[in-house]
Nanobody, 124 residues
């Protein structure tokens, strides 16, 4: 499975951005996808997760109510709509996919496919 992420950029605080992740290859084997981010000097952290079959979603507390993960249109992408962006949301955002079921959807080690990352910069 290959993942192609897009949609990053520079935005002012309070603005919005939409990231998109397009999987290709053996996508029928996927159980879930997620978005993670890594800010400079910090560890990678979970942002949001999506169950490919049930469309169940999960969010980090820091983005709950501001970010929405969903299946794109057409339904072969996973999008992350980011609203009310804050400077602390500045990071490289990575999409990830897993071909195994797990309760640990927020752990990076649960995902075995990763995209190349897209930079989101939020200015104050």
């Amino acid at each position: 499975v290959q993942l192609q992420a897009s949609g990053g950029g520079l935005v002012q605080a309070g603005g919005s951005l939409r990231l998109s992740c397009a999987p290709s290859g053996r996508t029928f084997s996927l159980y879930g996808m997620g978005w993670f981010r890594q800010a400079p000097g910090k560890e990678r952290e979970f942002v949001a997760g999506f169950h490919w079959t049930t469309s169940t979603t999960w969010y980090a507390d820091s983005v709950k109510g501001r970010f929405t993960i969903s299946r794109g249109n057409p339904g072969n992408t996973i999008d992350l709509q980011m609203n009310s962006l804050k400077p602390e949301d500045t990071a490289v955002y990575y999409c990830a996919a897993r071909d195994k079921t797990t309760e640990h959807y927020s752990l990076g080690t649960s995902y075995n496919y990763w995209g190349q990352g897209t930079l989101v910069t939020v200015s104050s």
